[in-house]
């Protein structure tokens, strides 16, 4: 066989193995959850205030809310040089997300106001669902083939992968913190997501 098609098939077969190992590392995807509270009213205002004494406390009390379930199966690999690999790291993911829920028969256009209303937090909840999801990404990068000299017994490794969990966790809630405070700010989007309903029918 030519040494050039010798050449190419190799990089094909390499190549069909990256692309395994990528889709092995990626092979999973978050489910997500979506609870919901009951509010009362049959104006925006009203169905404001009911949220105000029935809505979700995250610190404060809050709108809406998200949150997660992360679990992780990792393979812990001994050497034979006394090192220890992380070989595999998947993640099973529940992304929570909470938010009101209003009368199902209101006034046609508080229910056009509500409906705007709800999309605008429902879209912001997601913004910090995908926060989430791009925390468990990093964890997950970082994670596989992660590797500690002299571990026979799979400590090292672990106290370094804590480490950065903690660091990445730290990272994920000041991303949603910062994006609340703009998002609540004057102007904000859910600032005026409030205004609209609160000054609407």
């Known amino acids: 066989m030519p040494s050039g098609l010798k ?15 990528a889709f092995a590392r990626n092979s999973w995807t978050p489910t997500e959850q979506i609870k919901t ?29 998200t949150t997660f379930k992360l679990t992780w199966r990792r393979d812990y690999r001994p050497q034979a040089d006394g090192a220890c690999v992380l070989a595999t790291a998947r993640p099973n993911l529940t992304i929570i997300y909470t938010w009101p829920k209003a009368p199902a028969k209101l006034p046609s ?23 989430i999801l791009d925390m468990v990404r990093k964890i997950e990068a970082y994670s596989v083939g992660l590797r500690a000299e002299d571990d026979p017994k799979c400590q090292k490794v672990r106290a370094v992968l804590q480490q950065r969990l903690g660091e990445l966790s730290n990272e994920q809630r000041q991303r949603g913190r910062d994006f609340d405070r703009d998002e609540l700010s004057n102007g904000g989007a859910v600032h005026q997501l409030i205004l609209a309903l609160v000054n609407g029918p």
Do not use: C, N
């Open 7 to 21: 050449t190419i098939l190799a990089a094909k077969v390499l190549l069909t193995l990256m692309g395994t190992a």
């Open 109 to 131: 256009d508080v229910a056009a106001s509500w409906q705007r209303f709800i999309s605008g937090v429902e879209k912001h909840e997601r913004v910090h669902g995908e926060h």
């Open 37 to 65: 509270y009951p509010i009362t009213g049959s104006s925006g205002i009203e169905l404001y205030r009911s949220i105000g004494e029935r809505g979700p406390q995250a610190g404060v009390q809050a709108v809406a809310h």
